[in-house]
């Protein structure tokens, strides 16, 4: 029994709780998620919530603290409804994001870190790599994908934040967002079919050990073996007397 009270969404998300830790031999394996899970409920992860994770999962509340401190997806503070992380990593600044990154400073009228005054939009400039280098200059909102960034897309972002339509229509999913141990595996992305192929035919078929699958590609027994072209002839070598060298050698 915890000796404190325990945040709401601790009972009203019982069963959501219980999934997410089922999900693990050892439950906890479950704090990252758990975390997730406080966050989306709050809007952040107030101490409660490190002391409700840490009840749940039979750990220390500094060791739970220690992981939330240390990732920076998670908030230990309010921030905006909409929270948004800019890229300024070498990538994305090489490709445009320094002048966008200035350009939504100016357009949010706020510095990194703070939250507009109608608590709608929180900004956090990071020189971490939000690992969509492919798609620069990026963003994300609430975890979630804008790319390609221009100052039109941004006009647009934040119209639908502040209009209420929310940041659905900009959002591009990705592999590396959304609750995935959460969710039904027929709607991950899937691996594109070429790349599939390849690691595919990479791997030996069942029952062939490495060694055989290369012996099925050794000439067979009696096959005349191709030899290498010689290398060709530099300038010969001098020749040594047959006594050269040798102890008590001709003079």
Same mark, same amino acid.
């Given at each position: ?20 830790? /089922? %999900? ?13 899970? *406080? ?12 002391? @409700? ?14 992981? +939330? ?14 929270? !948004? ?6 990538? +994305? ?12 400073? %100016?357009?949010? /009228? ?21 690992? @969509? ?48 141990? $959460?969710? $039904?595996?027929? $709607? ?6 070429? !790349? ?16 055989? @699958? ?24 001098? %020749?040594?007397?047959?006594? *050269?060298?040798?102890?008590?050698? $001709?003079?």
């Amino acid at each position: 029994m915890p000796l404190f009270e325990q945040p709401a969404w601790v009972t009203e998300r019982r069963e959501e709780i219980e999934r997410i830790i /089922g %999900q693990y031999p050892d439950r906890r394996s479950a704090l990252m998620p758990l975390l997730h899970l *406080a966050q989306e409920v709050r809007g952040y992860v107030a101490d409660e919530d490190i002391a @409700a994770v840490a009840d749940l999962l039979g750990l220390t509340q500094a060791y739970v603290e220690s992981v +939330c401190s240390f990732y920076s997806m998670y908030h230990r503070h309010p921030v905006g409804k909409y929270h !948004i992380v800019f890229c300024n990593n070498c990538s +994305c600044a090489l490709m445009g994001g320094e002048r966008l990154r200035e350009y939504l400073k %100016q357009k949010l /009228g706020i510095e990194s870190g703070q939250t507009t005054p109608d608590g709608l939009i929180s900004l956090e400039i990071t020189h971490e790599c939000l690992a @969509a280098c492919d798609a620069g200059p990026v963003l994300q909102v609430n975890g979630e994908y804008v790319i390609r960034l221009t100052e039109e897309k941004i006009d647009a972002l934040i119209e639908d934040l502040r209009s209420g339509k929310g940041p659905e229509a900009h959002i591009e999913k990705r592999l590396l967002t959304g609750h995935f141990w $959460d969710a $039904d595996p027929n $709607d991950l992305p899937k691996v594109p079919p070429e !790349i599939a192929a390849a690691e595919a035919a990479a791997v030996p078929a069942e029952g062939t050990s490495a060694p055989a @699958a290369e012996a099925a590609t050794a000439p067979a027994e009696g096959a005349r073996a191709v030899e290498a072209p010689a290398a060709p002839a530099g300038p010969e070598a001098p %020749q040594e007397s047959p006594g *050269a060298g040798k102890e008590g050698g $001709d003079q």
